[in-house]
């Protein structure tokens, strides 16, 4: 139990960092405040060690009448929520043998509860969380083999998912998950705007150069001024080009994009501080300081939705479930189009990153309740073009293909996007740790005009590098 211990005191600090995926606007959005944040989170995260366990505050959703029904816990309460309920209503009818409890919890009260409940003998038959934390919990003693459950007799065929992704959750040899979709970055831009600014919303930019050039183009201040402009106000802007968004996904993609990194291939290299990595995260504070044609990364500014939605944002990085969001605004939607997430590079190589939510069976989990889990999982994979309404792009191939996926521009943009040229975090036991380091270093890089970039990703390069060399 040890080793479950220790996982324990990690899980509590991830409860206290994970941000769930959907169409709010995240709270960590300004780069600036991210030391911060991370700071208080350690401090919060070493009180909660010491507490008693937060209260658990579920949405249950119950399907069918039994003694012994499968237990799902999983984090799903945003506004796609819903639509999953809806697919488990679906799955009960189409099932009316397996009886089904479903427990949405808040992440940071999921990650509390799960690894707990595993020490504990009392897991639940499965849960759904995400891609990029399964090589932790694998390594915690958390999650069993999806091998010999559910791919070796053929009920799902790995070859039938993105590769990157099953790559991405295997461990030593054994796939840890099964996925339940890919979500993740994506552009979705103002057509409006660009035509307002005499500009064809069919023609984007290819490169870095070609992008500010545009971008120059397209932010204005309240007097029609343009930042190469005498006059330009930078602090009482009108139309900003393009906004920094979720650092946990906005970086990874520029970094990849200009041939960077956070870590080697192979594990035991710290690239934050490499040329690539500097000149990646220096273009952003370029583009917020330099060309100010994009809002500078401070605590509490403007979210970039709130920002698109008035017309006030021409660019958006933003994930997949933005599509919510842009079925609660048709006006937005009317004058937005989506496409591949446009390269800032020199040479305009392209990379996104894009995550999963997978599902996987709890260490512990007895026979009847793996079969349940096994059934459910294959049901939810199978019936994925229904979990594209809200946003998601089905995990199997085959679903995106589909004629009701491909109806769904976002979906299907998206979709093919992650399959030409997405990218999942590297799987590290210590991933959280390194997480929380490079996105410490680069808030400090943002953080300020005159910020040392090559120096802030410096002193996170050393961190990492630390957590690397650990026997």
């Known amino acids: 139990m040890r080793k479950l211990s220790v996982g324990l005191i990690l899980l509590v600090t991830l409860a206290m960092l994970i941000s769930a995926c959907g169409g709010a606007a995240p709270a960590d959005t300004g ?16 009180a909660a060690a010491e507490a008693p366990a937060a209260e658990p505050t579920p949405v249950v959703n119950n399907f069918g009448e039994c ?13 796609d929520g819903a639509v999953f309920a809806e697919l ?28 707990t409940a595993v020490a504990a003998g009392t897991p639940p038959d499965m849960v759904i969380f995400h891609a990029a934390e399964v090589n932790q919990m694998a390594n915690e003693g958390l999650m069993a083999p999806m091998d010999d459950i559910i791919f070796n007799d053929g009920t ?58 545009m971008a120059q183009q397209l932010t204005v201040d309240v007097n029609g001024k343009h930042p190469n402009e005498e006059g330009f106000d930078k602090d009482n802007v009108a139309v900003w080009a393009i906004d920094y968004t979720w650092p946990r996904f906005t970086i990874p993609t520029t970094l990849w994009q200009f041939g960077g990194g956070v870590v080697s291939e192979d594990g035991t290299t710290a690239t934050l501080s490499s040329p690539e990595s500097i000149a990646a995260v220096q273009f952003w504070h370029d583009l917020m300081y330099k060309y100010n044609v994009a809002p500078p990364a401070v605590p509490g500014k403007t979210w970039a939705g709130d920002l698109y939605k008035n017309n006030q944002l021409v660019f958006m990085w933003e994930g997949t479930w933005t599509g919510g969001f842009m079925r609660d605004n048709p006006d937005v939607a009317a004058l937005t189009k989506t496409a591949f997430i446009n390269s800032l590079a020199p040479d305009g ?39 594209a309404t809200s946003g998601q792009v089905p995990s199997l ?75």
């Open 31 to 46: 780069a600036a405040d991210t030391g911060a944040a991370d700071t208080a989170a350690a401090d919060t995260a070493a």
């Open 67 to 79: 003694e012994d029904p499968l237990v799902l816990w999983h984090g799903l309460t945003g506004s």
């Open 88 to 115: 488990l209503q679906q799955f009960s009818e189409a099932n009316p043998d397996v009886c089904l409890n479903s427990e949405g919890y808040p992440w940071d009260i999921f990650f509390q509860k799960y690894p």
């Open 156 to 213: 799902l065929n790995k070859a039938d998912f993105n590769e990157v992704l099953i790559n991405g959750i295997s461990v030593n040899g054994q796939t840890m998950a099964v996925p339940f979709d890919n979500h993740g970055w994506l552009l979705w831009y103002n057509t409006k705007l660009m035509e307002d600014a005499g500009l064809d919303p069919e023609v984007l930019p290819q490169n870095g150069a070609e992008f500010i050039e």
């Open 349 to 387: 190589n392209q990379a996104v990153k894009f995550d999963s939510h997978i599902m996987s069976v709890p260490t512990g989990v007895d026979q009847d309740g793996i079969d349940k889990a096994k059934k459910l999982m294959t049901f939810l994979v199978q019936n994925g073009a229904y979990w």
């Open 397 to 471: 191939k085959s679903v995106q293909a589909l004629p009701e996926v491909q109806s769904i521009p976002s979906v299907a943009k998206a979709a093919e996007q992650f399959n030409a040229i997405g990218r999942t975090d590297l799987a590290h036991p210590a991933f959280i740790e390194i997480q929380t380091a490079w996105e410490t270093a680069v808030g400090n890089a943002l953080a300020t005009p005159d910020a040392d970039v090559a120096a802030a990703l410096q002193a996170g390069n050393d961190q990492i590098q630390a957590i690397l060399d650990r026997p």
